[in-house]
């Protein structure tokens, strides 16, 4: 307990617990008998009973987040181009389809060659 002699106050609150607001000057008499009373008590919660004063923080306000709208995003699909027709891919770009040719080439040259080393033999 504090014992205060007669005389006029101002509560003053530095600083308010985390997640309370701190409240603003206060000002209050004490009377011989040591009894309290409030002059202003300035908006805030304060309760005064005989020789005890009761301050009461208030809780700050929940911070609700704002939301801002976001854009929609463009369209990322890429513009049909050289390697990208818009047709559906076999697996085969421009160098395997040149490997696929030669690879044919050769099959029917080897075909033909074959075919002429058979008709010689008869």
């Known amino acids: 307990d504090i014992q205060l002699v007669p005389g006029d106050y101002t509560f003053h609150e530095v600083a308010a617990p985390e997640g309370y ?27 005064a009973n005989g020789d005890t004063l009761v301050v009461t923080d208030q ?4 911070h609700t987040p704002t939301t801002t709208p976001t854009e929609t995003p463009a369209d990322t699909t890429p513009a049909p181009g050289p ?8 697996g085969v770009d421009g160098a395997g389809a040149l490997g696929v040719l030669i690879a044919a080439v ?4 080897m075909g033909v060659l074959l075919m002429s080393r058979g008709r010689r033999a008869e």
């Open 106 to 109: 050769l099959v029917a040259g």
């Open 59 to 62: 809780q700050l306000p929940e």
């Open 83 to 90: 390697q990208q027709s818009g047709l559906v891919g076999t």
């Open 21 to 47: 607001m701190a409240v603003t000057d206060i000002t209050f008499t004490v009377d011989t008998n040591g009894a309290v009373t409030m002059k202003d008590a300035a908006g805030n919660t304060v309760t």
